[in-house]
C-alpha cells in the first residue's frame, strides 16, 4: 500500500522558506504514470493546489505561487520537496503532498494524500 | 483564477438524495471534462471519489455519481447514510495559468 509522510519544520517566520519533505513508501517516485504535488488548506478552509512534478524533469506551478515556488524530487531517498520562499501568514496552512495519478485520467487526479503538516508563519 | 463556486452546506436525511453544485466558466468546468470530487472528513487527508466528470476510482461506493452541463459540475449522493457526513471539494482543470482550480467546499450533513 502506498504511503506519503510529510515533515519539516512547523513554524517558520515571515519572509523566510518554508522546506517539507515528502517520504513514499509502498511505491516508487520513479514510476511511469505518476506525477507527484503539493496542496495546501489553510486552517478552516479550502483546498489550493500549489503545483506538481514529474520525477525526470517537468514542473507545474500554480500561477499565483509560481514566483515564490520550487518542487523537486530525490529519487534515491524516494523522496520529493518543496521550497516557498518569502512567506508570510497568509501561508500558514497544513500542507499535503500527494501522487496525481495520470494513468486514471489524462489530467491526473491525487489518488494517494499524506497526512498532511502543519505550518505556521509567525515571529 | 477564482474557487469554483459551491454551496456552503447541504443536508439530507439518512437515505435521501442529495446533490452538490459545483459552477465555474468556459474556461475549466465548461470547457473541459476534467471535474473531479474529493471527500474531505474532519482531520483526515481528502478521498478522490470521482473523477473526469462522472468516473469512479475502485472502491468509491456507487452511491456517488458525478455529472456536468455547461459550467455547472454535480455529485449526487443517493441513499445518505451517515458516513457521508463530510467536507466535498470539486475540482478542475482551469485553461488559465492557474492549471488546477478547487471548490469552496460544501459540508454535508446527515440529519
Known amino acids: 500500500q502506498l504511503q506519503l509522510q510529510e515533515s519539516g519544520p512547523g513554524l517558520v517566520k515571515p519572509s523566510e522558506t518554508l522546506s517539507l519533505t515528502c517520504t513514499v513508501s509502498g511505491g516508487s517516485i520513479s514510476s511511469g504514470s505518476y506525477y507527484w504535488g503539493w496542496i495546501r488548506q489553510p486552517p478552516g478552509k479550502g483546498l489550493e493546489w500549489i503545483g506538481s512534478?514529474?520525477?525526470?524533469?517537468?514542473?507545474y506551478y500554480n500561477a499565483s505561487l509560481k514566483s515564490r515556488v520550487t518542487m523537486s524530487g530525490d529519487t534515491s531517498k524516494n523522496q520529493f520537496s518543496l521550497k516557498l520562499n518569502s512567506v508570510t501568514a497568509a501561508d500558514t496552512a497544513l500542507y499535503y503532498c500527494?501522487?496525481?495519478?495520470?494513468?486514471?485520467?489524462?489530467?491526473?487526479?491525487?489518488?494517494?494524500w499524506g497526512q498532511g503538516a502543519l505550518v505556521t508563519v509567525s515571529s | 483564477q477564482s474557487a469554483l463556486t459551491q454551496p456552503a452546506s447541504v443536508s439530507g436525511s439518512p437515505g435521501q438524495s442529495i446533490t452538490i453544485s459545483c459552477t465555474g466558466t468556459s474556461s475549466d468546468v465548461g470547457g473541459y471534462n476534467y471535474v473531479s470530487w474529493y471527500q474531505q472528513h474532519p482531520g483526515k487527508a481528502p478521498k478522490l471519489m470521482i473523477y473526469?466528470?462522472?468516473n469512479r476510482p475502485s472502491g468509491v461506493s456507487n452511491r456517488f455519481s458525478g455529472s456536468k452541463s455547461g459550467n455547472t459540475a454535480s455529485l449526487t449522493i443517493s441513499g445518505l447514510q451517515a458516513e457521508d457526513e463530510a467536507d466535498y471539494y470539486c475540482?478542475?482543470?482551469?485553461?488559465?495559468?492557474?492549471?488546477?482550480?478547487f471548490g469552496t467546499g460544501t459540508k454535508v450533513t446527515v440529519l
Open positions: 512534478f514529474y520525477y525526470s524533469g517537468g514542473t
Open positions: 473526469d466528470v462522472s
Open positions: 475540482s478542475s482543470y482551469a485553461s488559465s495559468s492557474t492549471l488546477r482550480v
Open positions: 500527494a501522487r496525481l495519478n495520470v494513468a486514471l485520467s489524462g489530467y491526473g487526479e491525487f489518488d494517494y
